[in-house]
Structures are given as C-alpha cells and as structure tokens.
C-alpha cells in the first residue's frame, strides 16, 4: 500500500481545450487511487493536503462541468462517475488483496462520495415532474409501463445492435458489459437482509436464480465469462474498465446508491422491474447479432439464458414485489414508478453510449483492414 507522502503535486495552470481537461482529470484520478490506498487515510490527511487539495479542486471543477454547466461536460461526467464507482466498489468483495479494502469506512471516502451523489442525483433528477408522478395511479401506471417495455419494437439503438453491429462492435459490448456482468445481481445481494415475508422470500428466489442455486457453473456471471473467453478475451473483473462509458458506470453506481439507501428501496424494486422486464427485448438483439455473425452458442449463451428467465423474473417483480409494495407503502409508492422510469432514461442513455463505441469499435477494424 502507498504510505503517506507530502511531496507537492503539480498540475497545469487554466484548462482550456478538452485534451487539457481530460489530461487533468487523468492526473486527478491518479492522485485518489493514491489516497485510496494510503495506509490509515483518515489519519494521514493532514500529511496529505497537497494531493487531497489538489484532487479537491479537480472535483469541484468536474461537479461543475458535469451538473452545472450547460452543455455539460462528457469528460466531466467520466471522471466523477469513475471515483464514485471506485469508492462504492469497495462495498463489493473481489477476492483480492486484503489491504485494499483498509479505507471501506473512511470517512474522507464517504464525504467524497456523498458530494459526487449530491449533485449528479439533482441533476437526474431535473429530468422528471415529481409533482406529476405524486399524482399517479400507481398500480395501473406500472402494469401499463411494464407491458409497453414488454412488447416494445427495437428502437434505433436495438437496430443497430440487431443488424449492422460487426465483430468489433460486438467484442467492445462485451469489453462494457462485463464489468458488470461478472457480478450480476451483487448490489441485489445488499436488499435481502430484514424481515421476512412474501416479498422478501420472491425477491430471494430471484437472486437464487441470479446465482445458479449455488451451483458456479450455472451462475449466470459464469455464462458470461464463457463469452469472453469465446473472444479470448479477459475474464478478471475490471480488466476492461477504461472501455466504459460514464453512462453505464452512473447506472452501475445508480444502483448503488439505491441499495445503500434503504429509505430508496422503492425506486430500487421500481428500478429492477423495469431491468427486469426490459432485458429480454434488449438482449434479443444482441443475441440476433451474434447469430448473424455465425458466433458460436458458447459467444451468446448468457443473452439466451436471461432471455428465457427475466420473462418469468418480470412477472415476479410485477405481480410478487412491485404491486404488493404500492399497497403496503401507499403514500410513496409513486417512488416504484419514479424508480422504474429513472431506470429506464438510464438504461436507455447507457444503450446509445454502448452503440456509439460499438460503432467507433467497428470502424477502426474497418480502417485498419
């Protein structure tokens, strides 16, 4: 682990151009990997001033950029979006280095989170009329959203994925999706803890499932690592890190902030419904894709699996989970449809950025050959 240091940290002076910022928030991002592996970091602040300052500033610019500023910042958006997924991962155990995991309580780590999920969640949350969604039939607007995204015709964006994306496109999905798909359902595993009851023991089943009953071999993050190694390509979580947009790392941290949150339990269920529901659908595209690119069964077999088994998991969530829960909590249960319709703006803001690098990924082979 690093120790303590006091050496002074230079930076650039005015950023002006993108290249500029981009090369600021990459030194910035160093400068926290340092502290997050500081031995003892809450108690060596004082000694670390000159980097805690310097990533200080760094932040409050990208906050800014990010949240602020209109337009907003993509590059702004990365960078606040991989420290807090950085600090939240540690919630997670990857079977690692023990020492890693030293700073999972500091309260530094904690302010810096709070102060990222602060202003990015305002910010998503001007994208909806609260007011309006107060107003709500609750039961029959999540019936009728969750039917819609059930029998929905691919967009533009599933289009692409279906017909046009090649074997670059389809490896760089790979590269995004694994970062979480080799620990599906792990911020799931943090809502099962409580009391018992009917919702409580459907949502267990489900997250059973998720994880193969406790077989390994049918556990669905397994599948996915059989894709990869279809490509020969890594299997160590994170290895494709750097390949993610900020769009789908907010989903990821998204995630974890609800989970985290307890009082958020509602727009979690309201979330997960529509992930649940909406999955099928998206992963039949990438499933036609694979077939069209004569990939092999093992190069698609975790899509065909969700396929088959999140129909089923829709229901449950629907009839099980979401629909008890409005009846049980009447006066919040708007919050079940905010969350599914947040989910949804999020995944499908996720799903373009996945398309645009896809599609970037496809030219360069192209150019290249």
Not at 250 to 278: C, D, M, Q
Not at 281 to 289: D, G, L, Q, T, V
Not at 316 to 337: F, G, N, T
């Amino acid at each position: 682990m690093h120790k303590p240091t006091t050496a002074p940290i230079k930076f650039p002076g005015e950023i002006q151009d993108k290249k500029e910022r981009y090369s600021r928030y990459q030194d910035a991002e160093k400068l926290f990997e340092t502290l997050l592996e500081t031995e003892a970091l809450d108690k060596n602040l004082s000694e670390l001033s000159p980097m805690t300052e310097c990533f200080e500033q760094a932040l409050e610019q990208a906050l800014v950029a990010a949240y602020q500023d209109s337009p907003v910042s993509k590059t702004a958006h990365r960078f606040s979006q991989r420290i807090l997924y950085r600090i939240n991962r540690l919630k997670l155990f990857w079977y690692d280095d023990l020492k890693l995991y030293e700073n999972e309580r500091s309260y530094y780590l904690q302010g810096i989170r709070d102060k990222i999920e602060a202003a990015w969640q305002a910010w998503e949350t001007q994208h909806f009329d609260l007011f309006a969604l107060k107003k709500l039939t609750v039961e029959e607007s999540l019936k009728e959203e969750a039917k819609s995204d059930l029998d929905s015709k691919p967009s533009e964006v599933g289009l692409f994925f279906r017909d046009q994306m090649g074997k670059a496109g389809y490896r760089r999905l790979l590269e995004i999706a694994s970062l979480d798909g080799l620990v599906e359902a792990s911020q799931l595993s943090r809502m099962l803890g409580g009391v018992a009851n009917e919702i409580h023991a459907t949502l267990t089943k489900l997250f059973l499932e998720e994880y193969g009953n406790g077989r390994l071999s049918r556990k669905h993050s397994t599948f996915f690592e059989a894709m990869l190694n279809e490509f020969d390509m890594q299997t160590a979580p994170e290895a494709y890190i750097d390949a993610v947009p900020w769009e789908v790392l907010a989903g990821i941290n998204h995630s974890f902030l609800l989970t985290e949150r307890k009082r958020y339990y509602l727009r979690y269920i309201g979330g997960l419904l529509y992930t649940e529901v909406a999955i099928p659908s998206a992963f039949r595209n990438y499933s036609a894709a694979a077939r069209r690119l004569d990939l092999s069964e093992s190069a698609m077999g975790y899509w065909d699996l969700h396929i088959k088994e999140d129909a089923r998991h829709g229901r449950w969530m629907l009839h099980d989970i979401a629909l008890p829960l409005s009846k049980r909590y009447p006066s919040d249960a708007w919050e079940l449809v905010f969350g599914y319709k947040q989910q949804r703006l999020m995944s499908e803001r996720a799903g373009g950025a996945i398309a645009r690098s896809a599609r970037t990924a496809d030219s360069g082979f192209r150019a290249e050959n």
